[in-house]
């Protein structure tokens, strides 16, 4: 089996590690035999449509700066190829600033609005000092698991009707610190606030974007084989514990559950 990833401006969107996303994904399938390649994709690239070079897009966070470029080059083509991925049930991870750009539109506190590609039925509006920045360690609920990871916008984004959250929070701020929500799913494209890396303190967030990655490409179940998570899970009990969460006995190896400090 192989895996290809499209890694989307990473010299513009990398911000509070979201390069680990990466690195996790392609460490995971390299440890399990699996082939797997990166291409990265820079403003004005010529590609060809990522519906038939790609198996999963990945967009971190930047600053207003980096979004606008972003927003600028989605227009000369690239914004539908991503659409047009995104639709045929490819599958998608977008971090902050990313996550920003496949709504409706991005105001960032000072200048115009940023058009969105659309994506997640969102509106995101940064409020300046109106309103506080959105920082610390973020906990949600998500299909009856936890995540972990780490947050840092000043964007505050509201769902429509037309799409769900990722997850219900439980610790932080999450998409605007006021619905509880975090993040936004349509298909198979996944936005969220959380850094931190995410994937790395999230193994099984991680397995479950590579399965269906692999299956959309082969048409087939995936089950990947079990990987020795020892230092992920231990990085993702620290966070727990650090906040007085119940870990909902997540093991740290071979199903073996982390022994909590309190």
Not at 94 to 117: D, S, T, V
Not at 203 to 223: C, Q, S, T
């Amino acid at each position: 089996m192989k895996l290809t990833i499209g890694h989307l401006y990473p010299d513009l969107m990398n911000l509070y590690g979201d390069l680990g996303n990466i690195i996790c994904l392609v460490r995971r399938c390299q440890w399990r035999g699996i082939d797997v390649e990166v291409k990265k994709i820079f403003p004005s690239s010529d590609i060809q449509s990522p519906t038939s070079n790609f198996q999963l897009l990945f967009l971190g966070g930047g600053q207003d700066r980096q979004q606008k470029i972003v927003a600028e080059d989605f227009k000369k083509g690239r914004g539908e190829e991503i659409k047009e991925f995104i639709e045929n049930g490819g599958v998608g991870l977008f971090i902050c600033g990313g996550y920003q750009l496949m709504g409706k539109f991005y105001r960032p506190a000072e200048g115009p609005y940023l058009e969105g590609l659309g994506i997640f039925d969102i509106e995101t509006y940064h409020f300046g000092k109106e309103k506080p920045r959105c920082i610390g360690n973020t906990v949600i609920e998500w299909q009856g698991k936890i995540l972990v990871g780490f947050e840092n916008h000043g964007g505050r984004t509201y769902l429509g009707r037309g799409v769900r959250p990722l997850g219900k929070v439980l610790h932080g701020h999450g998409n605007n610190s006021e619905d509880g929500t975090e993040g936004a799913v349509y298909k198979n494209a996944f936005g969220t606030y959380l850094h931190g890396a995410l994937l790395p303190k999230n193994p099984h967030f991680a397995d479950y974007l590579i399965e269906r990655a692999l299956r959309n490409k082969y048409g087939l179940e995936v089950k990947l084989s079990p990987l020795d998570d020892t230092l992920e899970w231990q990085a993702y009990h620290a966070v727990l514990r650090r906040l007085r969460l119940p870990s909902r006995g997540y093991p740290c190896h071979r199903g073996n559950p982390c022994q909590e400090k309190r």
